[in-house]
């Protein structure tokens, strides 16, 4: 069995968009993961077949209803009752490498792409169901976000990555963004690639690469390094 991908979704179209390209369009091709999209709007009981309504309290745009995105959840947990279910949503946990790595780990994911105002909150009294954000900043829909999760699930799947080893010295995995790379040719206007990684002395080149990890990570994420420190 395939690690599986249910996303649930008013637009099923946009998948599998950019993840039927390159490295995870090749596994998608391969079999190593595969993809079912569940249109919402199949799951509403009304004549208009409507999904969202006003929210409650008052203010502006909708809010997607418990009622429907329920019966859509409960449709895909009878098909795969193992993966977990996902909501994206920019008032979710956010989304990190240790979670991306865990899901990959597992049997799939279905994922519930957030579009209007929201979500009734009643749902996630109602279903287990894990809020997950990209990032701080808000998307137009939940769309886009589930085809990063699903992009950072693919390229862990046994198979897909070339080098065996090329997971595990990259950014986020030690805590630290990584280090800079540089490749041919050595001088590119006026500017030369660092002495140090042409020494071939391995040692060096390694301490190098720490040291370049931890500084670059202290500019430019200093809440990194504070978690670093935790750990
Ligand atoms: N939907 C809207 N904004 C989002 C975000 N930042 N992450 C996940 N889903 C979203």
């Given at each position: 069995?395939s690690?599986?991908?249910?996303?649930?979704?008013l637009y099923?179209?946009?998948?599998?968009?950019?993840l039927?390209?390159s490295?995870?369009?090749?596994?998608?091709d391969?079999?190593?993961?595969?993809?079912d999209?569940v249109?919402i709007?199949d799951?509403a009981t009304d004549?208009?077949?409507s999904?969202?309504?006003?929210p409650?309290?008052?203010?502006a745009?909708?809010?997607m209803r418990?009622?429907?995105l329920a019966a859509?959840?409960?449709?895909?947990?009878e098909r795969?009752?193992?993966?977990?279910?996902i909501?994206?949503?920019p008032r979710?946990?956010p989304?990190?490498?240790l979670?991306?790595?865990a899901?990959?780990?597992?049997?799939g994911v279905?994922?519930?792409?957030?579009?209007f105002?929201g979500?009734?909150?009643?749902?996630f009294e109602?279903?287990?169901?894990?809020p997950v954000?990209i990032?701080?900043?808000v998307?137009?829909?939940?769309e886009t976000?589930a085809?990063?999760?699903?992009d950072?699930c693919?390229?862990?799947l046994?198979g897909?990555m070339g080098?065996?080893?090329?997971?595990?010295?990259?950014?986020?995995?030690?805590g630290?963004?990584?280090?800079?790379?540089y490749?041919?040719?050595?001088?590119w206007?006026?500017?030369t690639?660092?002495?140090?990684?042409?020494s071939?002395?391995?040692?060096k080149?390694?301490?190098?690469?720490?040291?370049?990890?931890?500084?670059?990570?202290r500019?430019?994420?200093p809440?990194?390094?504070?978690r670093?420190?935790d750990?």
């Amino acid at each position: 069995m395939s690690w599986n991908a249910n996303v649930l979704t008013l637009y099923p179209e946009m998948f599998p968009g950019p993840l039927a390209h390159s490295l995870a369009g090749r596994a998608l091709d391969d079999g190593i993961w595969s993809l079912d999209t569940v249109q919402i709007r199949d799951f509403a009981t009304d004549k208009h077949r409507s999904v969202d309504d006003t929210p409650a309290g008052g203010g502006a745009g909708m809010v997607m209803r418990a009622d429907v995105l329920a019966a859509a959840i409960d449709h895909v947990l009878e098909r795969q009752p193992q993966a977990p279910v996902i909501a994206m949503t920019p008032r979710g946990l956010p989304l990190t490498q240790l979670l991306v790595r865990a899901l990959a780990a597992g049997p799939g994911v279905s994922i519930l792409c957030g579009r209007f105002e929201g979500i009734d909150e009643r749902l996630f009294e109602a279903r287990t169901i894990i809020p997950v954000s990209i990032g701080d900043y808000v998307l137009s829909g939940g769309e886009t976000g589930a085809l990063v999760l699903l992009d950072a699930c693919i390229r862990l799947l046994p198979g897909v990555m070339g080098a065996a080893t090329s997971g595990v010295e990259e950014s986020f995995e030690a805590g630290l963004l990584e280090y800079p790379h540089y490749t041919r040719p050595t001088e590119w206007e006026g500017r030369t690639i660092p002495e140090v990684l042409r020494s071939g002395d391995h040692a060096k080149i390694a301490a190098w690469r720490k040291a370049r990890a931890e500084e670059d990570t202290r500019s430019r994420r200093p809440d990194l390094i504070e978690r670093h420190r935790d750990v």
